[in-house]
């Protein structure tokens, strides 16, 4: 067997490590609930695997994780037979290579003056395992990965390097052990273990078991050395293929928490069974609070994909639109075959169905909350607002729907909060207007200050002030709303009354030898200088024509080197 070697752990995640070791945090705890979520992610991978290798999978073993504890030597033992590691995966998953949420799950931390809830969404950043650090001074993982014969040890006290060295395991799968801080030794104590495990862990689907109670003797006294047998601490089963009324609101809440990391309740639960033709069940949750990564386009890991409670996969893309990528949640098919893969998903008509209900659901569900819980509803665009805007774009078949959420800040209020609908705008429209006005800009202050609505302003007409990003996008895919076209404050011209008309023809006439003058000493800069009408205070102002793109996109374009 070969010598143990020693790795430097990579910059960032020592970076962690010592975050996890000289803070002082109050939830702790949370360390057992990353090290079961992994080897729950283990066993699905290994039953996954072995749909198309059974002998990856013997039918007696039971799978499960197993947690154990010796107080003698201070450790706390967490096994599972899931799929294990290869020396070469221990290395490349535990110390070498930062996974892209290291820096800024340190950041976080850092930023929130070690606030206790940012320290339990480590799972959400993909770099769980490291908070063993914040209860053990010294931690071994010993692995075996289905299919081989040769087991791994990795050790480390987290102090900038680790060993790994070649060993032996009898049984496949990891078996990870703490040794626990002599401060931290709660976590020896099985009402304690059994506590942690039903706040965060009860409804992983599979069982996690603990040593039960000493037999007793015929008095009913425990016998010392009697031999105790392993009992399933947790609930064990799929919450979501229980019938719906037998489950409580805790109960679907601490569900979701164990997908999502998300100690808030969610917004919305949505639970579905459908039966006839094609059965399925979905459960799925709208989230209260954006996610960091809600960015990561990459990230396409909100649904869970089980077919008769087999995991299938993680990725949610064939089953939730890129705009819907913070809900949450399961799907559960009676009847696609278990070895469906990444590309038969993509043409399963039946996926598309069920893709297209799912979205249906949420977006109804959305629709309902902005009708009858106008507050609730508010949140929820200050949180995912602009993510649904992308919808427009990408999903033409609910457009009209998704059109109906959109909220914008307008001239009609005093601040920034973006809640006007385009209903509202339209109730409010004068008479003889003939477009849904809007600027779009770089900031709020920016486009409320800015000169092309000053006629608007003076003429009482309602303007929508749009200062994200993908809002010039979406102007341009919105289309006509009730009839209605939407027009740029700040391209082409106003539409005026006759008078206005012929007031403006004769100051054209008087004032040509300025404008004139003007456009020969601007020409370089400028396409035409004209007089206008759109400005009551400030003398003069940049518009772009009709048919050119608007300042704000033309300004995106140059950032992205166009
Ligand atoms: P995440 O679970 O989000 O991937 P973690 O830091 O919790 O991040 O785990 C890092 C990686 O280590 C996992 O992705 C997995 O590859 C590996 N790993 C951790 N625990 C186990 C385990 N019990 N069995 C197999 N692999 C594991
Ligand atoms: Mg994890």
């Known amino acids: 067997m070969s010598k143990p070697q020693t790795h430097a752990f990579q910059t960032e995640i020592s970076q962690l490590l010592d975050l996890m070791i000289n803070s002082l945090y109050s939830q702790k705890e949370i360390f ?26 013997n039918d007696e073993e039971e ?13 706390l033992t967490i096994s599972d037979n ?21 820096k800024k799950f340190v950041e976080a931390v850092k930023n929130s003056n070690k606030d206790q809830t940012d320290v339990s969404l480590i799972g959400q950043f993909g770099v769980g395992f490291y908070s063993v650090f914040m209860v053990a001074d010294r931690v071994s993982v010993l692995t075996r990965k289905a299919g081989t014969d040769s087991a791994t040890l ?14 032996d395991k009898p049984t ?15 976590y020896l104590e099985d009402y ?29 006294k425990p016998i010392e050395d009697g031999e105790r047998e392993f009992e399933t601490v947790n609930s064990g089963t799929a919450l979501w293929a229980r019938p719906k009324n037998e489950i409580t609101e805790e109960e679907y809440q601490s569900f979701y928490q164990g997908l999502s990391y998300d100690m808030q309740a969610p917004l919305s639960t949505l639970h579905h069974k459908v039966e006839g033709n094609m059965e399925y069940t979905s459960l799925l949750f709208i989230p209260s609070k954006a996610p960091f990564d809600m960015w990561n386009r990459d990230n396409k890991k909100g649904i869970k994909l089980y077919v008769r409670r087999v995991f299938i996969m993680d990725d949610a893309e064939h089953l939730m639109p890129n705009y819907l990528r913070f809900v949450k949640g399961v799907i559960d098919s009676q009847d696609l075959p278990l070895n469906v893969s990444r590309e038969i998903l993509q043409g399963d008509r039946d996926i598309q169905k069920i893709k297209s209900s799912s979205v249906k659901r949420i977006l109804d569900e959305l ?36 059109t109906s959420l959109l909220r914008f800040a307008s001239t009609h209020n005093s601040d920034d909060e973006q809640n006007v609908s385009l209903e509202q705008y339209i109730s409010r429209m004068q008479d003889d207007q003939d477009a849904i006005y809007y600027i779009t800009g770089e900031s709020y202050k920016a486009v409320k200050g800015s000169p092309h609505l000053e006629m608007f302003t003076k003429k009482g007409v309602e ?36 008078e206005e008309k012929q007031a403006q023809e004769a100051k054209k006439e008087e004032l040509s030898s300025v404008t004139d003058k003007l456009q020969e000493v601007l020409s370089e800069w400028v396409k035409e200088v004209r007089l206008t009408n759109r400005l009551t205070e400030s003398p003069a102002c940049l518009v772009a024509d009709e048919n050119d793109p608007g300042a704000n996109l033309e300004r995106i374009m140059k950032a992205m080197g166009q």
Do not use: C
Request: charged share 30%.
């Open 172 to 186: 496949i799968g990891t078996s990870i052990t703490l040794h626990l801080r002599d401060e931290e030794t709660e």
């Open 192 to 220: 304690r273990l059994k506590h942690i495990i039903h706040t965060y862990s009860e409804h992983i689907s599979l069982p996690i078991k603990m040593l039960g109670a000493a037999p007793l003797d015929d008095e009913g």
């Open 63 to 75: 799978l499960a994780v197993t947690i154990t504890t010796d107080a003698d030597n201070k450790t």
């Open 367 to 402: 629709t309902k909350l902005a009708k009858n819980e106008t507050e609730k509803y508010q949140g929820f665009w200050n949180e995912f607002g602009q993510v649904i805007k992308e919808g427009v774009v990408e999903d033409h078949a609910n457009k009209d729907k998704i």
């Open 82 to 102: 899931g799929i294990g590691m290869s020396y070469d995966e221990v290395i490349e998953n535990i110390g070498t290579i930062a996974r892209s949420g290291t």
């Open 154 to 167: 990795w050790e480390s006290d987290g102090k900038g390097e680790f060993t790994i060295s070649e060993a």
């Open 32 to 57: 057992l609930r990353e090290l079961i979520s992994n080897s729950s992610d283990a066993i699905d991978k290994r039953r996954f695997e072995a749909l198309t290798d059974a002998s990856l999978l």
């Open 463 to 498: 303007v929508l002030l749009l200062t994200d990003p993908v809002d010039e996008w979406l102007v341009n895919s919105l289309g006509e709303i009730q009839e209605k076209s939407l027009k740029s404050v700040a391209k082409g011209d106003l539409s005026m009354s006759e």
